[in-house]
């Protein structure tokens, strides 16, 4: 009997106290040092004394060194419960203590931990073409942190449904895409989204097209292909078919830039160009429509005009009248 109690209160022990024990000291030395990090990092005066530079614009700029410790515990590495210290990401550091070299290495998010979607977005066809055009110099394909930017800082990773995230997100593709950009703003969901409606509901870029692998609409493996779009637009509008998917996603028609493709088809008679392209059809209705409403309002206009002077006209015959 004294020896089974005993046994109990040992098996209780190692069940309970000796598993407390030990994720309290790991949580400890995790703590330990960040604090470590903190003592300078926590102090609002601290500014880099060497300048960074911005790598698109050039702009040289004096960056604030203080972290918002609150702001990354909150960001998609501070939740995550493997618990990220700091010298996870700035490994040029891992055993450092105290001052330290003014610039280290820039962190490195494919080689230790993100290797499958860095593959699939390194490897992906549009940032080929992105490199392409990189040659003609317009503009550098976006590395992994300036789409996954935190608002202060590229630290401060955000998780996948933050609103900020997701208009950089938006920001970003239409920083390439000025022309699908504004005909998405003619668009409800692009409306939405540029009144800085920006949480999950609202369809931003990557929702259609992906994040990492884009591919062009016409490829049926695409999210906006043959075989993807039901799917894709089923992800918010529950019971979405085949004819759900035919409403155009960037009508051109409100932009008389775009139409120079209409034009040069009615040029070259191409009815069958025509015909088969839908935007074709919003861009005549848009034409008829105006054309009519201008028609009403001259017509109205003109008419009201010489009625106008008509009454004028009368109005001094009467009063020429009286004078007799
Ligand atoms: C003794 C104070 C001190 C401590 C302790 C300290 N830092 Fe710093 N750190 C600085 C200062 C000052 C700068 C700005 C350097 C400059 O621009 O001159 C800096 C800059 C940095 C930078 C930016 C480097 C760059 O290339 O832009 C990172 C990242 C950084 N520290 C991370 C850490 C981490 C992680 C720890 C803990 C392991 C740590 N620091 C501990 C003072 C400190
Ligand atoms: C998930 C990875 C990650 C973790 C964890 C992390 N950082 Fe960073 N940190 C970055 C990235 C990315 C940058 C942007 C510069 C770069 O590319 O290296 C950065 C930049 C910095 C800078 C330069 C100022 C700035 O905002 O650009 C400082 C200072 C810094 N980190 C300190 C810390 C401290 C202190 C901790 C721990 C509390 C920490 N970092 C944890 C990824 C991380
Ligand atoms: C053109 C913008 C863009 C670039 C560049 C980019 N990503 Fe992404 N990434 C996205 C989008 C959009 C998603 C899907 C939604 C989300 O999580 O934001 C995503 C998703 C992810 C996820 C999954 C998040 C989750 O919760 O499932 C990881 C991890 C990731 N990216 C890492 C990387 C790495 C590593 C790189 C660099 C090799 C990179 N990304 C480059 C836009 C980008
Ligand atoms: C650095 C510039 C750049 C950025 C940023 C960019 N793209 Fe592209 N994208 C291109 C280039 C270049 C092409 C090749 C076709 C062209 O010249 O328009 C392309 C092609 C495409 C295509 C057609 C696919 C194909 O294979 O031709 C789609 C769809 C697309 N991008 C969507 C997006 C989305 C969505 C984003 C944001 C997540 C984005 N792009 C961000 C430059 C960019
Ligand atoms: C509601 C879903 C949806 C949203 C949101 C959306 N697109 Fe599209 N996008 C499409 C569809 C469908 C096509 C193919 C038909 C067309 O061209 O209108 C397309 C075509 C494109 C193309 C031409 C290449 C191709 O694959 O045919 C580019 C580039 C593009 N979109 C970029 C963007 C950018 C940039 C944004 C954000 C500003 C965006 N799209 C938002 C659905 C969407
Ligand atoms: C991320 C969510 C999301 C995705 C993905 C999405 N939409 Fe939407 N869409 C919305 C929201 C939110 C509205 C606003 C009105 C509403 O609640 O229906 C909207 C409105 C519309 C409207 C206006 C008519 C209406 O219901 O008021 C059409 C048409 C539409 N979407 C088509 C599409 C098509 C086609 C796709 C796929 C290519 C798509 N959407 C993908 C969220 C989305």
Redesign the pocket.
Known sequence: MHIKKWAGICRNVMLWVLPLFFSLSGGQVLAQEMEDCMECHGDSTKVSKVPRIERETGEVKVVSMLVDKDAFMHSAHGLSKEGFTCTDCHQDLSGVYGEHAALLQPVDCVTFCHDDPGASYLEGSHVGHMKEKEKEKKRAPPTCKECHIGQNSMRETPVKDDPFHRGQINQMCSGCHEEYKLTYCT???GQ?ASLGYCN?????CS??HGGHEILKSEDPASQ?GKKH?VE??N???KG?DQK????I?HPKFKRPELYKDLLKALKDRDLKKIASDPQSYLMLIFLMYMGIIGFTFTAFGTHSLLMWFRILQDERKGEDGHGH
């Open positions: 668009n409800l969901h939405l999950t509901d609202i369809a931003n929702d259609c906006v779009i894709t637009c992800k918010c509008h979405a759900f998917v035919k409403h996603a």
